[in-house]
Nanobody
Framework: QVQLVESGGGLVQAGGSLRLSCAASGSIFRMNSMGWYRQAPGKQRELVAA????????NYADSAKGRFTISRDNAKSTLYLQMNSLKPEDTAVYYC?????????WGQGTQVTVSS
């Protein structure tokens, strides 16, 4: 059973940057594609970025293109999301998990708040 622990969120002004991390337990992490999701209050959870197991290919939601970069370190079983040029509409709880089901158990997420 893989456990996911997200960290790195915080309060930042618009235009600022944050780097999120997702630490995964278990060696199976390196075998699977992974993604970053976010959920804003009153909205559905959405996938914003995904990366294949090798890290060789990535995909982004339109809202994240050009501003977010997903990466992974399989030796450390860690997934990252570098977020630049943050906007107030990026405010949400961010989660990591596979980009498709069946999903691992969801972690607690990390709160990102962008002030205008």
């Amino acid at each position: 059973q893989v456990q996911l622990v997200e960290s790195g969120g915080g309060l930042v002004q618009a235009g600022g940057s944050l780097r999120l991390s997702c630490a995964a337990s278990g060696s199976i992490f390196r075998m699977n594609s992974m993604g970053w999701y976010r959920q804003a209050p009153g909205k559905q959870r959405e996938l914003v970025a995904a990366i294949i197991s090798s890290g060789g290919s990535t995909n982004y939601a339109d809202s994240a293109k050009g501003r977010f970069t997903i990466s992974r370190d399989n030796a450390k079983s860690t997934l990252y999301l570098q977020m630049n040029s943050l906007k107030p509409e990026d405010t949400a709880v961010y989660y990591c998990n596979k980009p498709y089901g069946p999903w691992y158990s969801w972690g607690q997420g990390t709160q990102v708040t962008v002030s205008s």
